[in-house]
Nanobody
């Protein structure tokens, strides 16, 4: 069974950078698509970025395109989210979610059934 653990969150000034990691246990992780989702204070979880099982396909929310990059290293069972030019609106808890990659919609959080505990990100203005 796959389990996910996020890390790399913290406090950063606007314009700064952070790199989040989503480390997985379980040999089937290589068949999973992984998505990053943001839960801002008082708001529902929203899609940030996703990557297919092979890493060949990536998807982004328009708000983060050009600023965030999702990648994965299946040899290390880890997915990364590199975040640049951070804005106060990027503040919240970032969760990574996993699901068997069927080529279906990657931005729908309800399709993911494995979740990490989240890592908080605070961007000060």
């Amino acid at each position: 069974q796959v389990q996910l653990v996020e890390s790399g969150g913290g406090l950063v000034q606007a314009g700064g950078s952070l790199k989040l990691s989503c480390a997985a246990s379980g040999t089937t992780f290589k068949t999973y698509a992984v998505g990053w989702f943001l839960q801002a204070p008082g708001k529902e979880r929203s899609f940030v970025a996703a990557i297919s099982w092979s890493g060949s396909d990536t998807y982004y929310n328009d708000f983060v395109k050009g600023r965030f990059t999702i990648s994965r290293d299946n040899a290390k069972n880890t997915v990364y989210l590199e975040m640049n030019d951070l804005k106060p609106e990027d503040t919240g808890v970032y969760y990574c979610g996993g699901k068997r990659d069927s080529g279906a919609t990657y931005s729908d959080s309800s399709l993911y059934y494995v979740w990490g505990q989240g890592t908080p990100v605070t961007v000060s203005s």
